[in-house]
């Protein structure tokens, strides 16, 4: 290790030499016992991204981070130790022969930060490699580098930043989940108030929370986007897809050209942006927000309760339901929500009615067969009288599997087009009268 080093800093000396111009010491590797120290970074092999020691914004404090290393702003995507900052430029990063990386303070010789407890794996030789992903990665010397089973990974850690190939979701295998938290500022990658991932309760769905409180839900998959992020479409720069097996539950999207530089990002104040570099203009530009209007306030107009952004008020209740205050909803006040017309007392003669374009309600109450047909859920959702609701959890194609409700519809918003479809249970002398 160290002869590696020094080979480096006598073919610096030479470049020096020969060219006059200044040569830091740079590789994209650290290996065992080596440490970083303040005024040294490693950079991928592209030269994509660097690692090494910054102070965000106005701040006077230093951490330990990866960002962009070609861009003409600086981009952080990952902080070490985003809790535990350093007050001053004495840090110290180390890979240890455990392959654990501490981040030490030489001040006080307090480790102020370090990628694990204790390593339960027997290591031989570590080595610390940052990748041209972005994925600091801490492999066994002589493996193949794989995001599978690495010693330790950054993109297990997802913070405020999910680039491209990084999950969003869970490991069930080893029940690690990655989700987002914001930094508190600008000025302060702390973890902030606002947090997002899938969550599991019912059919997975993705959430944002504002300290406990949902702000939004993208929703559960539908086999070609979430189904409240309408603008999540094919396009020329990135591909996605969600992984629902037994082993897995994720959120990934992937360039598809690297030279693309993209970034999907939970800002401080709660927005959730995904970004794209314009060389032209040397900055980030919004690409898109799933986020975007009053409708994706979470259950804007209550249960049993659609928002429709093209209608003015936006909020109005379903085919088959009325407020449960008129006096109330006249004045666009939505709190109470809307309740059905006629009661359901779980008849023979109950059936479902059919609404088009919608964005599929809080699937936390739910329940999936990935396998089912849609005939086949009916009669399930049928047969039980606290199913309130169904249709197909994969519509592509000509629509598969079982996603069922048993609980008020809540958190509905109506689209233009391009929505899903949803059966909602129905009293006999409502049933036909369907078409929201
Ligand atoms: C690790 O590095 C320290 C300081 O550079 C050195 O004193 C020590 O001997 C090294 N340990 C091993 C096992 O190489
Ligand atoms: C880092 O480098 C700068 C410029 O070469 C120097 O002024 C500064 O003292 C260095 N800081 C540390 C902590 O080595
Ligand atoms: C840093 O401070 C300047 C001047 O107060 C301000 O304009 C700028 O927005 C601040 N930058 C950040 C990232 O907070
Ligand atoms: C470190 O280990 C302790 C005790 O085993 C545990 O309570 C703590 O949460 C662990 N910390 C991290 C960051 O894993
Ligand atoms: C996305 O594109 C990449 C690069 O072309 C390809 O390797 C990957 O399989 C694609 N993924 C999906 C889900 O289409
Ligand atoms: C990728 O993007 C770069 C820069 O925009 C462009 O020059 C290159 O042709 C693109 N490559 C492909 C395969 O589309
Ligand atoms: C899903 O439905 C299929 C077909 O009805 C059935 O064979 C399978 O056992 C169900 N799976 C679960 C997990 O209920
Ligand atoms: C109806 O479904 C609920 C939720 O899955 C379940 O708890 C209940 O046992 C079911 N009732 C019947 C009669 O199957
Ligand atoms: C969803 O349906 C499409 C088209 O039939 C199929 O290719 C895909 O594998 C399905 N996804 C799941 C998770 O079943």
Not at 41 to 53: D, H, R, Y
């Amino acid at each position: 290790m160290e002869e590696r080093r020094v080979t480096k800093l006598i073919f610096c000396l030479l470049v020096v030499l020969y060219t006059s111009i200044t040569c830091t010491y740079a590789s994209n590797t650290i290996s065992a016992n080596q440490t970083l120290r303040y005024n040294e970074t490693i950079f991928s092999p592209q030269e994509t991204f660097e690692l090494g020691f910054f102070s965000p914004g106005n701040s006077t404090n230093h951490y330990v981070g990866i960002w962009y290393k070609k861009l003409s702003k600086q981009t952080v995507v990952w902080v070490a130790n985003r809790n535990t900052p350093l007050t001053d430029a004495t840090g110290e990063l180390t890979l240890t022969r455990q392959g654990v990386l501490i981040l030490r303070s030489a001040t006080t010789g307090n480790i102020i930060w370090s990628s694990m407890n204790s390593s339960t794996t027997s290591v031989r030789n570590p080595i610390g490699k940052l990748l041209d992903t972005g994925n600091f990665i801490i492999y066994e010397e002589g493996d193949v580098i794989n995001q599978e089973n690495p010693i330790w990974q950054s993109f297990d850690f997802l913070q405020h930043t999910l680039l491209p190939g990084m999950k969003l979701g869970w490991n069930l295998v080893t029940g690690s989940e990655t989700s987002y938290t914001s930094w508190k500022s600008n000025d302060d990658p702390a973890a902030g108030e606002f947090s997002m991932s899938v969550n599991t309760e019912g059919y997975p769905q993705v959430i944002l929370r504002d300290g406990e409180k949902i702000k939004f839900r993208a929703g559960p998959w539908n086999g070609l986007r979430f189904s409240g992020d309408a603008d999540l479409k094919p396009n020329s720069i990135y591909n996605f897809t969600f992984v629902l097996n037994q082993r897995e539950i994720y959120y990934q999207y992937n360039l598809i050209n690297t030279s693309v530089y993209t970034r999907l990002v939970l800002q401080p104040s709660g927005s959730i942006e995904r970004l794209l570099w314009v060389d032209s203009m040397q900055d980030w530009t919004l690409y898109l927000a799933p986020e975007s209007d009053h409708c994706d306030r979470y259950a804007v107009c209550k249960a049993f309760g659609s928002c429709n952004i093209d209608n003015s008020p936006v909020c109005e209740c379903l085919k088959g339901f009325e407020p449960i205050s008129p006096e109330q909803w006249r004045i666009a006040d939505w709190s109470q929500g809307c309740r059905r017309r006629i009661r359901l007392d779980c008849g023979p003669g109950e059936g479902f009615n059919k609404y088009t374009n919608v964005k599929l309600p809080d699937t936390r109450a739910s329940w999936y067969n990935q396998t089912m047909t849609l005939g086949e859920c009916e009669k399930v959702c049928k047969s039980n009288c606290s199913c309130t609701a169904y249709t197909n959890s994969n519509s592509s194609g000509t629509g598969s599997g079982c996603l069922l409700w048993f609980s008020d519809l809540i958190d509905i918003r109506t689209f233009a087009e391009t929505g899903d479809t949803l059966y909602i249970r129905m009293p006999p002398s409502e049933l036909g009268k369907s078409k929201q």
